[in-house]
C-alpha cells in the first residue's frame, strides 16, 4: 500500500510564503494538494499528472501557488506566495494509483495524506 507523508505546514502572516511536501512510498498516476477549512467541504487545490507533468490549479490560487514533482524522489511540492487569510485550512496531500481520472477530483482520489496545518494571519 502507497503511503503519503506530507510536511511543511505552520503560520505565517499574510503575504508571506510556504513550502508544503509529500512523499509518496510508491508510485502514483497523479498527486494534487486539496485543503478543508473548518466548516468548508475538502476542494482541490491544484494537481499534477506523473507522466506528463500537466498541471491543474483551483481559480483561487493561480497565479500564487505552484505545484511541482521531482519524480525520481516520489516528491510532490506545493509552493504557496502571496498567502492570504483565507488560504488557512487543513492542506492535505492525495494521489490516484490506477490510470485514468484526475487527482484536481476528490471522487479519483484513492490516497490520503494525514494532513498539516497552514494558517495565515492577517
Known amino acids: 500500500q502507497v503511503q503519503l507523508v506530507e510536511s511543511g505546514g505552520g503560520s505565517v502572516q499574510a503575504g508571506g510564503s510556504l513550502r508544503l511536501s509529500c512523499v509518496a512510498s510508491?508510485?502514483?498516476?497523479?498527486m494534487g494538494w486539496f485543503r478543508q477549512a473548518p466548516g468548508k467541504e475538502r476542494e482541490g487545490v491544484a494537481a499534477?499528472?506523473?507522466?506528463?507533468?500537466?498541471?491543474y490549479y483551483a481559480d483561487s490560487v493561480k497565479g500564487r501557488f505552484t505545484i511541482s514533482r521531482d519524480n525520481a524522489k516520489n516528491t510532490l511540492y506545493l509552493q504557496m506566495n502571496s498567502l492570504k487569510p483565507e488560504d488557512t485550512a487543513m492542506f492535505y496531500c492525495?494521489?490516484?494509483?490506477?490510470?485514468?481520472?484526475?487527482?484536481?477530483?476528490?471522487?479519483?482520489?484513492?490516497?490520503w495524506g494525514q494532513g498539516t496545518q497552514v494558517t495565515v494571519s492577517s
Open positions: 499534477i499528472f506523473t507522466g506528463s507533468g500537466n498541471t
Open positions: 510508491g508510485y502514483t498516476y497523479c
Open positions: 492525495a494521489a490516484r494509483r490506477a490510470t485514468g481520472g484526475s487527482c484536481s477530483q476528490r471522487l479519483s482520489i484513492n490516497l
